[in-house]
């Protein structure tokens, strides 16, 4: 076995091969799912071993009558919780730069094939063109594509609308009641 890192020894055989895990070299060549599933280990193991440092620590206080001695009585355990913190943090950064890229690739193709399915001004009947009566709710351009808001067209749009309409005639009948 290798010689282990001072801070390391106090870890059991697949406690130390966790940790092991989380070298850079070995993350990079995990994918965004592997990564979740070796950052649920790493959080229970440090779970684990935090939930024994605290309790430990507890029960020492009584018998040392001091939370200082009880503190250094409980080291291995600290140490313990120490490495596996760091493992969680090396994992979580890793995980993190992963799951952006994956989302930037998807947002990418996502565009692409929005780019891909839209009409151009040249696809549409007239030329793209927009009479000079049209207004910008129904006709807008954007990079040599044609938008069309459909949003005033829908149910909730009418009804949001005239919901407005009809609180400013009710303003305007109180103030046109008032002496």
């Known amino acids: 076995m290798a010689k282990?890192?001072?801070r390391l020894k106090s870890l059991g055989e697949d406690d130390y091969l966790l940790i092991r895990e989380t070298k850079r070299k070995n993350l990079?060549?995990?994918d965004?799912?592997?990564?979740?599933?070796?950052?649920q280990r790493i959080r229970r193991a440090r779970n684990k071993y935090v939930g024994v440092y605290r309790r430990t620590g507890a029960?020492?206080?009584?018998?040392?009558?001091?939370?200082?001695h009880a503190k250094s009585a409980n080291q291995r355990n600290h140490a313990r919780a120490e490495a596996f913190e760091d493992a969680l943090a090396k994992v979580s950064l890793r995980l993190s730069t992963v799951a952006a890229q994956a989302a930037l690739e998807l947002k990418e193709e996502r565009l692409d094939r929005a780019r891909s399915s839209s009409p151009s001004f040249a696809d549409l009947p007239d030329g793209g063109k927009v009479g000079a009566g049209a207004s910008a709710a129904?006709?807008?351009?954007?990079?040599g594509r044609m938008r069309v808001d459909?949003?005033?067209q829908s149910p909730g749009r009418k009804k949001y609308e005239a919901?407005?309409?009809?609180?400013?005639?009710?303003r305007q009948g109180k103030k046109d009641k008032r002496p």
């Not at 029960?59 to 200082?68: C, E, F, L, T």
């Not at 129904?138 to 990079?143: L, Y």
């Open 32 to 39: 965004e799912d592997e990564l979740i599933d070796l950052h």
């Open 4 to 6: 282990r890192p001072k």
């Open 59 to 68: 029960q020492k206080v009584a018998s040392k009558k001091a939370r200082g």
């Open 28 to 30: 990079k060549e995990l």
């Open 138 to 143: 129904t006709g807008k351009t954007s990079g």
């Open 163 to 170: 919901s407005s309409r009809a609180a400013g005639k009710r």
């Open 150 to 152: 459909a949003t005033r």
